[in-house]
């Protein structure tokens, strides 16, 4: 025992400084470093204990003091209801600084989160709790608490001085690494939480107070948020930052330039360097056919320059193609190798457009014609391999590195005070002209028509009572930006979501939408995307309406669903193998009843509802379709429809929502200009539409070699929540639905309350993967329930056959304004 109080702690060992009972080992732990911090310990750990004691968390202090700090806090311990450890360093054991504390602190916490804060308050900790309830709720690797991005303010630094350079280093980190801090405001913060499992604290080694950088700069691929916080005054003591501190800052900026990318990113960038130099190579061999070709289209055969010129280019494609296919990718890419040939001819005479006036412009300034193809075709080369090494091909490795476009801020201030959710000054009519009632569960208002819930249209319901609503606005900056955001507005008092931002690059004329998450929930959207209704009810309204229908009993399995003589049979399986084409073939040849094709409301009881959106025909759909109603133009424009919405189409698509561009605003766009190949299943296949149905048997299908196998009931619970993930994989879901918050359930408590709904479903139905690498599924389904007693006839019934004696019913007419609500003839309410 000593002067501090306390018995002589070694070098790196951990002490408990209290007593506190936990039924399980925390989730976070909360990394303190202190240096002569015996005046605001005891504040600290008094202010902790409020903010952190719902968290599931630890206290770590990792010490580095001279003064009576380890006796202090070893006194005042108890104010924290929370478990509070130190990490004594004794002198000659401190290496690093403070970067070093934080890195010992973190290899000894407990928690499966980290969140690093000073102990001079200057770092509030109901500002730090936001950044740990953001980190554990989202599905983000690193959150940074910001003092530069919406509400933040770093007003409680000392002068003037000390702002210029908290703001000019952050400015001089983003010019050293523009890229891995593209999506971080304030890379110089000391409040920061991270995930342990995707940081390699061994390769980690920061000089002095920046270890939040290096971490950003040596995970170039994490995916980061932010949470805009205030910067408190100090409550005692003195700043540690120095001249000395700031050269050595520069110094770690210089030796992270060098070093930083001496990892497996330096690799990977050196074979975009080598497939850059072949695809170099083979475009100058690309340019001698192409000018070999316009020489013989223009000087031989006397066509126009620009005819030619189009005509060469299809030549030269073609040459480059099987050149770059075969010997820089080496036939591997997304998708299949006519989709790549597909989008590198679309590239090449997408190209060409922009080509022809600059070679129209050369050739009438008097460059020869020859001369002023080879330079266009010159000009273009880069862009031409970004495009094709990154989307047509889809490089793993860039992948890797790649930072997520879509920069996340959390915001503890009202909405109404970010110009971001300002309205236009003129006014907008509320009216919701479409309403639904889903199953008598919700009921949606809307100003955009929805035609994947048109089975469901029911004009009684009131507007007042209505669980969504979705109304056209002016969301959103009125100028453009270089960079999607979702800021995610939260309630400064237990940090719940209220409401939710998402903007792209293109202000007001984006595809913008805000989700207020109030009773109703209530959505506004962008008139782009309201020009665009198939992508505002799969990117927004879905995503919701799987999440409201959850607290009230029900899952939107993504599945499937036919009855057969009062048996239901359901298909799941990830999105694109076959599910549709299997529907199609099974109701044609085998009759039955259809519920769904997509998704299916199910509940713990086993029952399924139905759920009958329009299906869409993509190109490995098609040779399922025998639909005599099809018109001629209709069939021609299937075939188009079906090759841009296909599997290929949306691997394309999600390559390009990994990049920096304004995906929601692509897609509205196409789809405006080519709908999807949506049509209502009894006028591709005679059939009749159930309501309801008890399901027996599921099949997982898949893709591969013929077999079939029991899925055991765990691994069909992991499966199909799997699959229906899988159906929502198109950007922005990942990036709002953790913000999602209905009838007080959080993200969190939502999904594991689907999980339970799941369970109870499956527990009376017997599961089996089905593969095939035929398509066969429709033929080997009938064949199996059959020898189980279950068949299936032209008709869909079998005579002496009854159905069970639970079958679901469209809901009673209510009362509305003291009026009983008419119920259709045949429809849903």
Known sequence: MDHTGIPPLPALSCLDLNEVAQAAPPRLTVVVPTRNEQEVIPLLLRA????????????????????????????????????VRMLHRVPGARGGGLSGAVLAGARQARGDWVLVMDADLQHPPEAAAAVARTAMGHDIDIVVGTRHAGSGSSGGLSGAGRSLASSGSAVLAK?????????????????????????????LNPLGFKVLLEMLVRNPSARVAEVAYTFAPRAAGRSKASLREGLTYLRHLLRLRRTGRQSPQSAQRAHEFGRLIAFGLIGLSGIVANTAALWLFFDVLGLSPLLGAALATQVSTAWNFALVEFLVY??????????????????????????????????????????????????LFLLRFLFSDRIIYGTGDHRAAKRDPVRTLVDPRAPADDPATAHAAHKRSKYLSHRYDIAGQVTIGSQVGLPELEFFRAQWVSPDSCDIVIRVGDIGRRMPHHRAALTEFSRPADGRPVSLNYEEQLGRLGANFRVDLGHPISVEVSPLLAHSPHVVYTNVV?????????????????????????????????????KTCTILKLLREQGGCFLSDDMTLVDAAGHALCFPKPLTISAHTLHAVHADDLTGPEWMRLRLQSRLHSREGRSFALTLARLNLPIMAINALTQILVPPPKYAVDRLVPCAIGTATEVRDLFVIERGAPGLADIPYDEAVRRLLGNTEDAYGFPPFRYFAPALTVDGLD?????????????GFLSGIRVRALASDHFGWAEEIPRLLAREGVYMAADGHLDGEERPSWDWQFPAPLAVNGAVRPMPAGGPP
């Open 542 to 578: 879905e995503a919701l309406l799987r999440f409201v229908l959850v607290p009230r009993g029900w899952m939107l399995l993504h599945s499937a669903c036919l009855d057969f003589n009062g048996t239901g049979v359901m298909l799941s399986a990830l999105t694109d193998t076959g």
């Open 747 to 759: 993200h969190a408590q939502l999904r594991a309350r689907e999980r339970e709904i799941l369970s």
């Open 330 to 379: 080496r036939g591997t890419g997304n998708g299949t190798r006519p989709g790549r040939a597909t989008r590198f001819f679309a590239l090449n005479n997408v190209l060409l457009l922009g080509r022809l006036p600059v070679l129209a412009l050369l050739v009438s300034w008097g460059v020869g014609v020859l001369s002023a193809n080879i330079i266009t075709l010159v000009g």
């Open 175 to 203: 010019v050293f690494f523009p890229r891995c801090l593209a999506t971080v405001t304030d890379p110089m913060s000391g409040l920061f939480a991270f995930r342990k499992d995707a940081v390699d604290l061994e390769r």
């Open 48 to 83: 902790l204990g409020p903010a952190f004691a719902s968290l599931s968390a630890e206290v770590l202090l990792v010490d580095d003091s001279d003064d009576d700090t380890p006796a202090v806090a070893a006194e005042h311990a108890e104010l924290c209801p929370c478990p």
